[in-house]
């Protein structure tokens, strides 16, 4: 049986590869919606759907990967969240998202990487609440969110590396 190559090198095993792992997130999204979290933490999830934009990072070239990414959380706003929710993601994805690139260029590890993007998603959130809202007082849910965001980016990271390692072991890890 054929190995699934690490970049795709044939265009249409690239584009078949990015919209299985846009599904995946898709999915994943859906069923994290499931999990009662706001118990917990309000605002807080576990990013399942990151885990698919993780190794998406490692898999494809940057501007595919970002496009991974934007449609993940264009997708999801649109399906499960409202206005806020869909600026509340595209704040703390985006934010994510370039913390990610520039840990993934310096050569770090994929579940820093991940912790990285956790945190920086979390931050990315709270300033958009921050904007949207006007108040100083929500940013003192950041160290709250902050321990989330590492928590799970640790948990999303640890997976992510051994699911490139199992599947992809030539991905692209440290470019």
């Known amino acids: 049986m054929d190995r699934m190559p690490t970049r795709a090198d ?46 998406g990072l490692y898999l494809f070239p940057m501007p595919w990967a970002l496009a991974l990414t934007g449609l993940k959380i264009l997708l999801t706003g649109l399906l499960f969240g409202s206005y806020y929710s869909l600026a509340f993601s595209a704040a703390g994805g985006a934010l994510s998202f370039l913390a990610m ?47 989330a965001g590492m928590g799970a980016g640790a948990a999303v990271g640890a997976v992510g590396a051994l699911i490139l390692r199992r599947l992809w072991p030539d991905a692209d890890k440290t470019s």
């Open 10 to 55: 044939k265009p249409a095993r690239r584009v078949a590869l990015f919209g299985v792992l846009l599904a995946l997130t898709v999915a994943l999204a859906w069923a994290e919606r499931l999990i009662p979290m706001d118990a917990v933490l309000p605002g807080a999830k576990l990013g399942l759907a990151n885990l698919v934009v993780l190794c």
């Open 101 to 147: 690139v520039l840990c993934k260029r310096l050569g770090r590890t994929v579940a820093f990487t991940s912790v990285l993007g956790g945190v920086f998603h979390n931050l990315g959130q709270l300033l958009c609440a921050w904007a949207l809202l006007g108040s100083m007082g929500i940013l003192a849910y950041f160290p709250a969110l902050l321990l």
